[in-house]
């Protein structure tokens, strides 16, 4: 059983509602913002490889084959917001769920995935929309085995 599920999709909502994170974009942009993250330096997880899921898929999702990750966007969630909760599978490891390492994880994305474009940095705004709607709903999150983002990332892209 994946133990905190439904309370961080919760507090995903409460942090992100409204935001341009929840903006649905072209599948492109999207997997090339994942691609980005995964091209950094930084990034301490296995390689991703960003597919389209079925058409009839309701969810996004991130699942290992072999020694990679590959995160399939549903059509209805091509999403920042969605591209770092499936990246943060990748980075906590697919098993690790929804547990506080996931939660880890989840922040050290948002925080890497929301910098990319350096004319449109957040620096640390959605990471602590996160962060305080996890303890909100009562969330811990872990220690992280990999190394902390740095705080300068990357060259321009368009979000």
Known sequence: MDCGRAEVY?????AFEGT???????????????????SLPWWPGADVRVTRAR?????????????????????DQTTMATAAHELAHALAGPAAGHAPVFLAAYLDVIAVITNLDVSDR??????????????????????????????????????
């Open 55 to 75: 058409r009839d898929a309701r969810s996004s999702s991130a699942r290992s084959e072999g020694d990679r990750a590959v995160i399939r966007l549903a059509s």
């Open 122 to 159: 957040r620096r640390h705004l959605h990471v602590e929309q996160l962060r305080r709607a996890l303890e909100d709903a009562g969330l811990t999150v872990g220690a992280r085995p990999w190394p902390a983002p740095p705080d300068s990332i990357g060259a321009p892209i368009a979000l």
């Open 10 to 14: 919760a507090a995903e909502a409460a």
């Open 20 to 38: 341009d994170l929840e903006t649905i974009r072209p599948f492109d942009e999207v997997a090339d913002a994942i691609e980005r993250v995964v």
